[in-house]
């Protein structure tokens, strides 16, 4: 009726007020494969509820060891009060998703700013707008719920599915009226909206280009996919309106699920979503639901951060125990094996927030030696952002040191308080 209608159209209206280019510039997405995050947490129960029984070391999956690890599947497969439950889900995960789940995008507000408008509030609807201070983010305001569209869904991608893999190709989600590439659902009253001249102008030239998906001329809605590589057959079809900035590994993943014709071989779903404000929301890792008795479902979702890291190093044998020394608690984002141009490599990795930190191996100081301030952008996007030294992100360590020197000395250190550090 017309009192419905009126209360959809003012909600609405109340969940997009803040949603701007200044506001909103950049977004991100929590990708779920295959049931991870469901397994991982039936894990996490299993071993805070059976603590006592099988002698873990600690009632935190977390903080168990390799070989704690891999008993935990023999043991649950053997325990009467768990066995189905865990058959349920086809087994159980004893460690995080290994590519993590986050993908961060920049969003070309000055390019497709409908479209923009659009993502973002899909994005942010049900979740907090983070602000340069994080007073939103820290906030004891209940979070309202997703307001509710024409089609009767929640306007948001959260628990939305990836409907559409299509290896060398594109990722395609954001139907999260019937999840199979069919529906859709715009925030500007349902309606679908035009495209955007100056989006349609831009090339699908490289791999992680966000662009609008459609059903033909001016049919946007809220469905959008991701670039694997060229896609020069989408080129003035599909409005851009993004680009990734980091989480190519989750994208690297994804892409591994794919099918020919598009069905995803496993099970793909965005668990979380909302706005990326830089220095401020965790860039990557993975949600652990931790055991909680007083919490209503018994869990409490934690996003637990490794963070981003660019390695310049002499070699790829160099290279390669770096790896080994960081990836199980860190994101590897790029490696610059001693090569010209690394200074600037560096500079625009920082500048575009496509990395936390950077570490240099000793021998390749002399090639970031020119970098002695953080851009501009990071002093001006949070308050944190003025008291980072250039030293609290290029860190200089070997492999064996380059763990506790991310840990102790970058500006991550500061985000104790606040975030959930792997291993910590």
């Given at each position: 009726?017309?009192?419905?209608?009126l209360y959809k159209?003012?909600?609405?209206?109340?969940?997009?007020q803040?949603?701007?280019?200044?506001?909103c510039?950049y977004?991100?997405?929590?990708?779920?494969i295959?049931?991870h995050r469901?397994k991982?947490?039936?894990?996490?129960?299993?071993?805070?509820a059976?603590?006592?029984?099988y002698?873990h070391s600690?009632?935190?999956?977390?903080c168990?060891?390799?070989?704690?690890?891999?008993?935990?599947?023999?043991l649950?497969?053997?325990?009467?009060?768990?066995?189905d439950?865990?058959?349920?889900l086809?087994?159980?995960?004893?460690?995080?998703?290994?590519?993590?789940?986050?993908?961060?995008?920049?969003?070309?507000?000055?390019?497709a700013?409908?479209?923009c408008?659009?993502f973002a509030?899909?994005?942010?609807n049900?979740?907090?707008?983070?602000?340069?201070?994080n007073?939103?983010?820290?906030?004891?305001?209940k979070v309202?719920?997703?307001?509710?569209?024409?089609?009767?869904?929640?306007?948001?991608?959260?628990n939305?599915?990836?409907h559409?893999?299509?290896?060398?190709?594109?990722?395609q989600?954001?139907?999260?009226?019937?999840?199979?590439?069919?529906?859709g659902?715009?925030?500007?009253?349902?309606?679908k909206f035009?495209?955007?001249r100056a989006?349609?102008?831009?090339?699908h030239?490289?791999?992680?280009?966000?662009?609008?998906?459609?059903?033909?001329?001016?049919?946007n809605?809220?469905?959008?996919?991701?670039t694997f590589?060229?896609a020069?057959?989408?080129d003035?079809?599909?409005?851009?309106f993004?680009?990734?900035i980091?989480?190519?590994?989750?994208?690297?993943?994804?892409?591994?699920v794919?099918?020919?014709?598009g069905?995803?071989?496993?099970?793909?779903?965005?668990?979380?979503?909302?706005?990326?404000?830089?220095?401020?929301?965790?860039?990557?890792?993975?949600?652990?639901?931790?055991?909680d008795?007083?919490?209503f479902?018994?869990?409490?979702?934690?996003?637990?951060?490794?963070?981003?890291?660019?390695?310049?190093?002499?070699s790829?044998a160099?290279?390669?125990?770096?790896?080994?020394?960081?990836?199980?608690?860190?994101?590897?984002c790029?490696?610059?094996?001693?090569?010209?141009g690394?200074?600037?490599?560096?500079?625009?990795?920082?500048?575009?927030?496509?990395?936390?930190?950077?570490?240099?191996a000793p021998?390749c100081?002399?090639?970031?030696?020119?970098i002695?301030?953080?851009p501009?952008?990071?002093?001006?996007?949070?308050?944190?952002?003025?008291?980072?030294?250039?030293?609290?992100?290029?860190l200089k360590?070997?492999?064996?040191?380059a763990?506790?020197?991310?840990?102790?000395?970058?500006?991550i250190?500061?985000?104790r308080?606040?975030?959930k550090?792997?291993?910590?």
């Amino acid at each position: 009726t017309e009192e419905i209608q009126l209360y959809k159209a003012v909600n609405r209206n109340m969940s997009n007020q803040k949603v701007n280019s200044q506001t909103c510039a950049y977004a991100y997405l929590d990708f779920d494969i295959n049931a991870h995050r469901q397994k991982f947490s039936t894990a996490a129960a299993f071993v805070d509820a059976t603590d006592t029984r099988y002698g873990h070391s600690s009632k935190d999956l977390l903080c168990l060891g390799g070989s704690e690890l891999s008993r935990l599947g023999e043991l649950i497969d053997n325990d009467h009060e768990w066995s189905d439950r865990a058959r349920g889900l086809g087994g159980i995960e004893v460690r995080p998703q290994k590519s993590g789940s986050r993908i961060v995008v920049k969003l070309y507000w000055d390019v497709a700013p409908l479209a923009c408008e659009n993502f973002a509030t899909l994005c942010l609807n049900g979740g907090k707008l983070p602000s340069a201070d994080n007073e939103d983010i820290k906030s004891s305001k209940k979070v309202k719920p997703a307001p509710m569209g024409e089609s009767g869904k929640p306007l948001s991608y959260r628990n939305s599915t990836v409907h559409r893999i299509v290896p060398g190709f594109i990722v395609q989600a954001g139907d999260f009226v019937f999840g199979n590439g069919s529906g859709g659902e715009s925030i500007y009253n349902g309606k679908k909206f035009k495209d955007e001249r100056a989006g349609l102008a831009l090339k699908h030239d490289r791999r992680g280009i966000l662009s609008m998906g459609n059903s033909g001329k001016n049919s946007n809605t809220s469905q959008f996919f991701f670039t694997f590589n060229k896609a020069p057959q989408c080129d003035g079809k599909h409005v851009i309106f993004g680009e990734i900035i980091s989480g190519y590994e989750v994208l690297d993943a994804l892409e591994e699920v794919g099918s020919k014709d598009g069905t995803p071989s496993s099970a793909v779903t965005i668990t979380d979503c909302g706005i990326y404000r830089p220095l401020e929301t965790p860039s990557a890792g993975f949600w652990f639901d931790k055991p909680d008795a007083d919490s209503f479902g018994g869990t409490t979702p934690v996003f637990v951060v490794q963070p981003r890291v660019a390695l310049v190093v002499p070699s790829q044998a160099a290279e390669a125990k770096f790896v080994s020394a960081l990836e199980e608690r860190c994101s590897i984002c790029a490696s610059l094996v001693d090569e010209g141009g690394t200074a600037q490599k560096v500079a625009e990795l920082i500048e575009r927030f496509s990395v936390d930190v950077v570490v240099v191996a000793p021998a390749c100081c002399a090639l970031v030696d020119g970098i002695v301030e953080p851009p501009t952008l990071w002093i001006e996007t949070s308050s944190i952002g003025s008291e980072i030294g250039i030293s609290e992100i290029i860190l200089k360590a070997k492999p064996i040191e380059a763990l506790s020197v991310i840990e102790s000395m970058s500006w991550i250190a500061r985000k104790r308080g606040e975030w959930k550090l792997h291993g910590l």
